[in-house]
């Protein structure tokens, strides 16, 4: 019998769940609205708006490397009043895509650009996907050529070059040298006693990189769900519970005997005992973040954390945990950050250093070295190795590095030369 009830408490109790997760996964700013549709169909329900007022930060270049920084990863995760996705969006018209099959196409494409302004998946696996041969989707996608921010959508530095080179109005001797010059950017040097060389460098020197750089140095607004603060030597976690909607429950003087009116209070009391959820579901996962990076709060660096991690302290679903923290930030003195950055893979089983560890010693060491010799990743693969005292490959090295968008060794060689 117990355990017929137990199982039955619990079914309830994952229905419950299932109809609110809508509001555990909806961030601080959209929440308000996600409860306005729950409200629409509850006459007894008023949601009113939180009052405190937003921090705002200007988000830091793609490169840029502070004291408190961990990551530019992480540092590129917030979201601009018009991002550079509505900017892109606003351009799908015609006469650049005229027929509902390129506008389809193009969406997707923007669906897949990262930060930087780069398209980063397999043409051929998303034309699969949307049922178009490759061809066709990479006519759709040579059309960003002509978009706003320039450069935008290219695969890569080189093509974006390309792209950028579009919006120059350039005599054809130029204009030749250029994509010469572009299409063969390892050799740069042996092309300098072109006669348009220094013509076509000019042009370079002037193309973004990388192409979404301006969204990166805007103003940006950022709403914490959780402040992460020092008292007296002590950590403390605090809600933006100001900033909350409020659930306000009006019976308007009816009577709860009749079942309409009694079911929409019943509904009105689970909205408000959802949010409570949420509230305290982020405020346990804060709690416990903090007990696992806390010398991050230290001043030192991520550790090895997974989702599975918190999952089991909460006795909660790992696919609960991940809704719960998915677009939320967690403010501190080392800044605001995404709460998905502190969950962190380790390099490997023997080891307490994390992939974000590795990656914001990358990013320091190519900020420092030599320009006019850049270190290759094998050189890089041999100071991580030593510093961390850990076996890697290069191709992890590699990978970091490419995650964390820095250009090879090669490549970068040639942008220190542009920039002199």
């Not at 169909?41 to 988000?59: D, L, T």
Request: with cysteine.
């Amino acid at each position: 019998m117990k355990l017929r009830q137990s199982v039955t408490q619990k079914g309830k109790l994952s229905q419950t769940m299932r109809n609110w997760l809508p509001i555990l996964q909806a961030d601080i700013e959209s929440l308000k609205e996600e409860l306005d549709k729950f409200a629409k169909e509850n006459p007894f329900v008023e949601i009113k708006a939180g009052q405190e007022v937003p921090q705002s930060h200007k988000k830091k270049s793609e490169h840029q490397s502070t004291k408190n920084s961990i990551s530019a990863e992480i540092e590129a995760l917030t979201t601009s009043t018009q991002s550079l996705y509505d900017k892109l969006y606003e351009q799908i018209v015609s006469p650049l895509f005229p027929t509902s099959k390129s506008k389809d196409i193009a969406y997707a494409i923007i669906e897949n650009i990262n930060d930087n302004g780069y398209f980063d998946v397999d043409s051929a696996d998303l034309a699969k996907e949307l049922g178009v041969d490759v061809a066709t989707f990479e006519r759709v996608r040579q059309r960003f050529a002509y978009l706003e921010p320039s450069g935008v959508g290219a695969t890569d530095l080189l093509e974006s070059f390309l792209f950028q080179l579009n919006n120059f109005d350039l005599d054809d001797a130029v204009y030749k040298t250029s994509i010469m010059m572009i299409e063969d950017f390892e050799n740069l040097e042996i092309y300098q006693k072109h006669e348009h060389f220094n013509d076509a460098l000019r042009v370079i020197k002037k193309f973004h990189n990388p192409p979404a750089i301006h969204y990166h140095k805007e103003q940006y607004q950022i709403i914490p769900d959780i402040f992460i603060e020092e008292k007296n030597s002590e950590i403390k976690v605090r809600l933006n519970d100001a900033y909350y909607p409020e659930i306000i429950i009006d019976k308007g003087g009816l009577d709860e005997k009749f079942d309409f009116v009694k079911n929409k209070i019943k509904e009105a009391t689970a909205l408000v005992d959802a949010l409570d959820l949420r509230k305290a579901t982020l405020t346990k996962i804060a709690i416990m973040i903090v007990e696992y990076q806390y010398e991050f709060f230290q001043g030192g660096a991520i550790k090895p954390m997974k989702l599975d991690d918190l999952a089991g302290e909460l006795d909660r679903h790992h696919s609960t945990i991940s809704r719960a923290i998915s677009n939320k930030y967690i403010s501190c003195s080392r800044g605001v950050f995404p709460i998905k950055s502190f969950f962190a893979l380790a390099v490997n089983e023997d080891n307490d250093t994390s992939n974000t560890e590795i990656k914001e010693y990358i990013a320091q060491v190519i900020k420092a070295e030599d320009t006019a010799k850049p270190l290759s990743d094998n050189k890089i693969l041999s100071l991580v190795e030593s510093k961390f005292d850990i076996k890697l490959g290069r191709r992890t090295i590699t990978k970091y590095r490419m995650a964390l968008g820095l250009s090879s060794s090669s490549d970068r060689k040639k942008l220190y030369t542009l920039a002199v």
